[in-house]
Every structure is written in structure tokens, then in C-alpha cells.
């Protein structure tokens, strides 16, 4: 008689991220039942219903919810003793301990390491999973509507189709109908059968485009990949660039879509995501000693178009549409503390009417030496800076707080042409902006996203 296959129980309110972990884990054929939930109050239910041996557990940003998942756990004899994994945007050091007696095993924060996370699922269910250990850095954000996205030190498959999950999700969070990606390649050094993740890369970039009015630029030096690229007819749609400045050249000299698609009003600026309070961006934290054994994806994520109703797909639309929905991006900035660094007091009022009325406060400073010099600097969850400031420029600002491993992600505001401040902010390292003038609508979104992000 073989052994009772075991359950994960996933409670996240982020259908991509549901969905990432199913596909993940379905791809690998292991001997598992995977349920999930959007929220607590049905993960309780399932709960219930069924005994899992392991729950991956949102921790919501401003909420409290995911304690009634565990107090019900703890009270359950049946429950009592199941690990669970914590995967959070924001948490205080001191309310980790806090969380040991519920049986959290590990909390990771979000964006999360996949690898880590899967050697983990490893590690507590003694279940077999391929994971690919191969160095690679990625990193997704979004500027003025652009995507880019850039890889180095080598290609991963498990980061590979997180990469197609992220792409998805600022496409949807920004409704972009004219797509303009950026594809970044560093130090790859592709040799012998890793040509095939590229490959792999660029599938899923034209899975992800396919339908909509696009430009797909690919900046490297790389002169195999550059020949590999240019000998398959299928990436004809790819355009080869070999600087930063050739890049946003292109891009701003085609601004507006043909006639088979119409752009919205551009989205401004994306965020990348910096450590957080406690925890750094991406970082997991492991509470209790590790636990002993417990009593082809490519073809199912190109397969995900034109969805049905009643499909798996089209329950994720129509879920992404409640997670994005005004409530929804209230609930998610609560409890927040937001600095402005701008010498301009417009743009000081601009900033604070966008938070006003979800009753985030926003500290304003009309010099970077004064927000420097803030007792307080280190409790932001946010910042806005502007560049062009008398005395201490932005930039000035940027260096200081680089100097001093500044951990909060900061937003750079800026009256700079496109070109001119892609190309400066790459230079400092700065892959965050907003392209003045802005309203409070875009400025709210975008704190939603810098620190709502889950890939």
C-alpha cells in the first residue's frame, strides 16, 4: 500500500502567485494535492475540510487577517502541529517570534527567492523537487510604461517563468495595451545546452506580447547570442541594441501605436522594491530548527490565452481585477509613512492629497540636507525625491543614502526629458521614477506596486 499523498494548503491573496506555485508544482509531478485560497477567511474553510500538511501563509500588508488562519490552526488538534511557511511585503523583527508558537517555520519575504523557497518545501515535506541551482540575477520593473528587464551572471529556468508571471502582472497593474520591453542581458556566458533557456526566455516574451502592439528590444554584446537571435526567423520581432542610450532612442522615437492598437494615457514610473523594515526584500527567516519528513511548464504557460469563462485563466482575470479594485488598493498602503523630498510645494501637496484620503501621512522636506539630517529617516516605508533641488541636487541625495546602505526604496521625481533620465538613473543605479508633471492617481498606484510587489 503506497504512502497518502500529501497536501499544501497555499493562502495568498495574489492569484499570480496562487498560480505560480500550482503550475511550479505540477510541473515537477510530485505525489501532491495542492488547495488554495484568496483570503483567510476561506483558507479557515479549507482548513477545515482538510488536514494539510503544509500551509504557505500570506501576511498581508495592514491587515491582521492571517492570525485567524493560525489561531484556528493552533486550536484544531488536528492542525495544531502543521508547519507553516510566512511569505510577507513588510514585517516587524519584533513580531516574528510571535509567530512560533503557531508552528511558522520560515517567513520569507517578498519579492520571494524562488530557489530558497523550494529547497524549503523540500527540506519539511522530504519529497523530491528538481530545482535549477544555476547563478542568475533578474530584475523586472516598469518606467513610463516601458518593461525592463534585465539578467546577469547566467539564466535560471525556475527565475525564467517567475519572469513570465511578473511581466504578466505589470501588464495587468498598468493595463498596458502598447508594449515596449527592454530585454537586458549581462555576463550570461551561454555555453553548451544553456542556449536552450534563452530559447526558453524568448517564448515566454512572446507569449506574453503575443496579441498586442509591440517593440521588443534586446540589449547585449553578447555576440552569441546575438548571432543565435539573428539566425531563428521566429525572433524576427526582436530588435538588437547595443547601448542603454540606442535602446531608449528607439522607444521614444515610437512613442504612439499603429492603428491596431490605441496606448492609454502613459502609467508613470515603476518602483523596484528595497529591503524592508526587518527583513530584506527577498530574504527568509528561518524560526524554528528545520523539520524532518512529515506523516513540460513552457507548454502549460504558453498554453494560457483567450480564456474561457469557468477556465483557470479566466478566474485569474477576474480576480486580478478584484485585487486592483479601489478597496483592494486601499486595504494594501494602510499603515504606511511616506517622505517627500521636493522643493517645490505643489508637487509636496501633490504627494500628500494622493494619501489624504486612505490617511497615510506624508513627511514633506524642502531640502535633501534636511531629510538627510531626519532622526526619523530610517522609519520610511517610501520615498519620493526630486532631482533638481537647490543647494544638494537629488542625485547628491541618492549617493549620500547609497553610502549609507539605505534599505527603503525610493521613487525619483524629475522634469528631465525620458531619454535623459533613463540614461542618468541607470547610471546611478536607480531604476525607480516618475516623469513630472503626475497626478495623485499615478502616485498612489505606484506605491501599490513598489510594495505590493509578490515576484
Same mark, same amino acid.
Given at each position: 500500500m503506497g504512502a497518502m499523498k500529501?497536501?499544501?494548503? %497555499?493562502?495568498?491573496?495574489?492569484?499570480?502567485f496562487r498560480e505560480y506555485l500550482v503550475t511550479k508544482l505540477a510541473e515537477n509531478e510530485?505525489?501532491?494535492? #495542492?488547495?488554495?485560497?484568496?483570503?483567510?477567511?476561506?483558507?479557515?474553510?479549507?482548513? +477545515? !475540510?482538510?488536514?494539510?500538511?503544509l500551509i504557505i501563509l500570506d501576511y498581508p500588508l495592514g491587515e491582521q487577517t492571517y492570525m485567524d488562519v493560525l489561531k484556528e490552526k493552533k486550536l484544531n488538534p488536528n492542525t495544531a502541529k502543521v508547519p507553516v511557511i510566512m511569505v510577507a511585503q513588510k514585517i516587524d523583527q519584533q513580531k516574528l517570534f510571535a509567530l512560533v508558537p503557531y508552528g511558522v517555520q520560515k517567513v520569507f519575504t517578498k519579492p520571494i527567492k524562488v530557489d530558497i523557497l523550494f529547497k524549503t518545501l523540500k527540506d519539511i515535506l522530504g519529497i523530491k523537487f528538481e530545482i535549477d541551482e544555476s547563478p542568475s540575477i533578474v530584475d523586472v520593473h516598469v518606467n513610463d510604461n516601458i518593461i525592463f528587464v534585465e539578467l546577469a551572471q547566467g539564466l535560471n529556468a525556475d527565475k525564467l517563468d517567475l519572469l513570465f508571471f511578473k511581466v504578466r502582472e505589470l501588464i495587468e497593474l498598468y *493595463?498596458?495595451?502598447?508594449?515596449?520591453?527592454?530585454?537586458?542581458? &549581462?555576463?550570461?556566458? !551561454? &555555453? $553548451?545546452?544553456?542556449?536552450?533557456?534563452?530559447?526558453?526566455?524568448?517564448n515566454l516574451l512572446l507569449k506574453v506580447? =503575443?496579441? =498586442?502592439?509591440?517593440?521588443l528590444l534586446i540589449l547585449t554584446n553578447d555576440d552569441r547570442v546575438k548571432k543565435f537571435i539573428a539566425g531563428q526567423a521566429e525572433y524576427v520581432v526582436f530588435n538588437l541594441v547595443s547601448s542603454l542610450q540606442e535602446a531608449t532612442d528607439a522607444l521614444m522615437g515610437k512613442e504612439k501605436p499603429g492603428?491596431?492598437?490605441?496606448?492609454?494615457?502613459?502609467?508613470?514610473?515603476?518602483?523596484?522594491?528595497?529591503? /524592508?523594515?526587518? !527583513?530584506?526584500g527577498g530574504d527568509e527567516l528561518e524560526l524554528l530548527e528545520e523539520a524532518g519528513d512529515l506523516d513540460d511548464l513552457d507548454d502549460s504557460l504558453l498554453a494560457m490565452e483567450n480564456p474561457k469563462p469557468g477556465s483557470m485563466q479566466f478566474q485569474f482575470d477576474m480576480d486580478a481585477r478584484k485585487r486592483l479594485s479601489p478597496e483592494a488598493l486601499t486595504r494594501a498602503i494602510k499603515n504606511l509613512k511616506i517622505a517627500a523630498v521636493d522643493d517645490?510645494?505643489?508637487?509636496?501637496? !501633490? %504627494?500628500k492629497n494622493a494619501f489624504q484620503s486612505v490617511g497615510v501621512p506624508v513627511k514633506t522636506f524642502s531640502r535633501g540636507?534636511?531629510?538627510?539630517?531626519?532622526?526619523?529617516?530610517?522609519?520610511?516605508?517610501?520615498?519620493?525625491?526630486?532631482? @533638481?533641488?537647490? *543647494?544638494?541636487? $537629488?542625485?547628491? /541625495?541618492?549617493?549620500?543614502?547609497?553610502? +549609507?546602505?539605505y534599505q527603503t526604496p /525610493? #521613487?525619483? @521625481?524629475?522634469? @528631465?526629458?525620458? +531619454?535623459?533620465?533613463? #540614461?542618468?538613473?541607470?547610471q546611478m543605479g536607480v531604476k525607480s521614477y516618475l516623469i513630472k508633471p503626475m497626478n495623485p492617481e499615478d502616485i498612489f498606484k505606484k506605491t501599490v506596486e513598489i510594495l505590493k510587489t509578490t515576484f
Open positions: 500529501k497536501t499544501i494548503l %497555499i493562502i495568498d491573496e495574489s492569484p499570480l510530485l505525489d501532491l494535492d #495542492v488547495d488554495t485560497a484568496g483570503n483567510s477567511q476561506e483558507g479557515v474553510s479549507k482548513m +477545515r !475540510l482538510g488536514y494539510p500538511d *493595463e498596458i495595451k502598447f508594449l515596449k520591453i527592454i530585454l537586458m542581458l &549581462h555576463d550570461l556566458d !551561454l &555555453h $553548451g545546452t544553456e542556449i536552450h533557456k534563452l530559447e526558453k526566455l524568448l506580447s =503575443k496579441g =498586442k502592439h509591440k517593440l492603428p491596431a492598437a490605441q496606448e492609454p494615457a502613459p502609467a508613470i514610473a515603476t518602483a523596484t522594491v528595497g529591503e /524592508v523594515e526587518g !527583513l530584506a517645490e510645494p505643489i508637487m509636496q501637496e !501633490l %504627494i540636507a534636511e531629510f538627510l539630517k531626519s532622526p526619523n529617516i530610517n522609519q520610511y516605508d517610501l520615498v519620493f525625491l526630486d532631482i @533638481l533641488m537647490p *543647494e544638494m541636487d $537629488g542625485f547628491a /541625495v541618492l549617493q549620500a543614502l547609497q553610502e +549609507r546602505n /525610493v #521613487v525619483v @521625481l524629475s522634469a @528631465l526629458s525620458k +531619454r535623459e533620465m533613463v #540614461v542618468k538613473a541607470f
